[in-house]
Nanobody, 125 residues
Framework: QVQLVESGGGLVQAGGSLRLSCAAS????????MAWFRQAPGKEREFVAA????????YYADSVKGRFTISRDNAKKTVYLQMNSLKPEDTAVYYC??????????????????WGQGTQVTVSS
């Protein structure tokens, strides 16, 4: 069982930045592709970004491309999401997710084995 704990959410003005972190409890963190998803009130959970096992390949939703950056530190068992130029439409609960033993990374929530509890990001206009 893998526990994922997100942190770094909060309230920020439009145009501002936040950095989310997700710490994993597993010793085999480097065996998991990692991703961030988000869910706004009344909407379905949507893919934000993903990163492969080594961190050499990253994937982004079109809505965040050029503004968000996903990265990982396998020694610290942590994945990050740097969010710049935030917009009110980025307001959501952000979840990190782990997918064991895959090549690359997927943008489908159903493929991920473990999920964090989420962290709220609110962007005011």
């Amino acid at each position: 069982q893998v526990q994922l704990v997100e942190s770094g959410g909060g309230l920020v003005q439009a145009g501002g930045s936040l950095r989310l972190s997700c710490a994993a409890s597993t010793r085999t963190f480097s065996s998991y592709a990692m991703a961030w998803f988000r869910q706004a009130p009344g909407k379905e959970r949507e893919f934000v970004a993903a990163i492969d096992l080594s961190g050499s390949s990253t994937y982004y939703a079109d809505s965040v491309k050029g503004r968000f950056t996903i990265s990982r530190d396998n020694a610290k068992k942590t994945v990050y999401l740097q969010m710049n130029s935030l917009k009110p439409e980025d307001t959501a609960v952000y979840y990190c997710a782990a997918d064991f033993g895959v090549v690359g990374a997927t943008n489908h929530a159903r493929d991920y084995d473990y999920w964090g509890q989420g962290t709220q990001v609110t962007v005011s206009s």
